[in-house]
């Protein structure tokens, strides 16, 4: 498996046309956007992806061979060739796009008719060698062609320490494709991006050991650690409650702004909430993974968390700002270069249903983490939603290679499992010790 990873250096202040050179690139695409647009219809034409590319350049850039229609060289002098061919390839993908989203608003498959914005916020690719050349291998810094006002010249740009420090340490020896400048909170970083080959595990499901994972609002996440029969080798409730306690005294700060000045002039604010909120995605992310890979867990469960319509209540704002997807996703990459496949379960009825299948639950009002069973015993409500995640993944990957007649057999002596939405933890164990007994008879 091919798995891509990117990460942005961050660029110190010094005295370099970095933001010069920004402005001279984005000019270049908004003029090319509207250039291509003019003649999309005879660029639509060619079906050869490398033809059309040579098509559009022919129509801005002049050669001996080759008379331009379009004065682009007069506008951007000595601009360099492959610079050029970067915001020729975002100009006709930007065009492309338009030209898609017209056709499905015209045919009214979309709502609302699209706009060409030629004023957008391209950002340039500095190719190895012609835009782009390393430093010393310990030292942090880069070389990177620049437009300073007259000409194009090489400018020696100084990278940050931990920045470059962090790629030395974890991918020594790896190369890393074209940087991409990047502009975030009003500072440049310069955004690398390796590739790797890994070999996910592909060890047999009753071999398997798992760690189900219940993402939450009161606690961020709980893991557990689960083999094929149901056996329980560990759980960890990860919670950064520091973290959430400070995004919501900004939040809280926000709250009280906007009561006595209105909603204006929150922008700043609601930025750095934001931006709160995703660290605490990336530390839950960092934190899941690193308890699966601890364990040598071969797969991570999660539920599929789709919430739509309207979502109302008390804990609405922390519903809108829980960000799930965020951490599957994040959990996800880091799973698959550690050889961790990634799996996920519905989420019906996982935390509704108790783990030792005696019913429907009942949350306790003042802690809404902990719940009663049927039986009248107090448990914790994500571990026992985090067992049912676990069981519901065994008991389809168990049931999947048998056949229509194995499978009803199967379903008869164990009813239960015939019903995916409403297995629990306590179905896994009737469901594996059933299978033990027909292998030793």
């Known amino acids: 498996m091919r798995i891509t990873s ?115 916020h391209a950002m340039p690719v500095f190719y190895r060698d012609v835009m782009y050349r390393e430093a010393e291998p310990q030292e942090d810094a880069a070389y990177l062609k620049l437009y300073d006002g007259h000409d194009w010249k090489w400018f020696r740009v100084k990278l940050l320490y931990t920045d470059m420090e962090y790629l030395r340490k974890n991918w020594v020896g790896e190369k890393a494709s074209a940087p991409t400048l990047e502009k975030r909170h009003h500072k440049y970083f310069l955004r690398f991006s390796y590739t790797e080959e890994v070999s996910l595990t592909k060890t047999d499901i009753k071999e398997q050991t798992i760690c189900s994972v219940d993402l939450g609002i009161n606690t961020d996440a709980v893991c557990t650690i689960m083999q094929a029969d149901g056996t329980v080798l560990g759980r960890k409730f990860i919670d950064f409650p520091s973290d959430k306690d400070r995004l919501y005294h900004v939040l809280g700060r926000i709250r009280r702004f906007q009561r006595q000045h209105g909603s204006r002039q929150t922008q700043s604010r609601w930025a750095y909430a934001k931006r709160l909120n995703m660290e605490l995605a990336r530390k839950t992310a960092a934190a899941i993974t690193t308890y699966a890979a601890e364990n040598h867990t071969d797969v991570i469960i999660f539920e599929y968390l789709e919430m739509q319509g309207k979502i109302s209540g008390t804990k609405k704002q922390r519903l809108h700002l829980w960000r799930k997807r965020d951490i599957q996703k994040l959990c996800e990459h880091q799973a698959h270069r550690k050889g961790i496949r990634v799996s996920r379960i519905s989420a019906r009825n996982t935390s509704r249903l108790a783990y030792d299948g005696s019913g429907p639950v009942v949350r306790n009002l003042e802690n809404h983490s902990l719940c009663t069973f049927q039986t009248g015993k107090q448990y914790n409500c994500d571990l026992s939603a985090a067992y049912n995640i676990g069981a519901r993944y065994f008991i389809r990957e168990l049931l999947k290679p048998f056949s229509e007649t194995e499978r009803s057999l199967l379903e008869a002596k164990v009813p239960s499992v015939k019903r995916r939405t409403s297995c629990v933890y306590a179905d896994l164990r009737l469901l594996s010790a059933e299978l033990a007994s027909q292998k030793a008879a």
Not at 18 to 45: D, F, G, N, P
Not at 50 to 61: G, S
Request: aromatic share 10%.
């Open 6 to 120: 990117s990460y942005g250096v961050e660029i110190k202040k010094q005295n370099i046309p970095i933001r010069h050179t920004l402005r001279i690139y984005r000019s270049a695409v908004s003029y090319l956007i509207q250039v291509y647009a003019e003649s999309w219809e005879k660029l639509s034409q060619i079906d050869n992806a490398k033809k059309q590319f040579n098509a559009a350049e022919h129509l801005v850039h002049e050669t001996k061979k080759n008379h331009a229609r379009y004065d682009f060289d007069l506008h951007f002098p000595k601009m360099p060739s492959y610079l050029r061919r970067a915001a020729i390839q975002h100009a006709l993908g930007s065009v492309a796009s338009y030209e898609t989203r017209l056709d499905l608003w015209k045919n009214g498959l979309l709502t609302g008719k699209p706009k060409l914005i030629s004023e957008n």
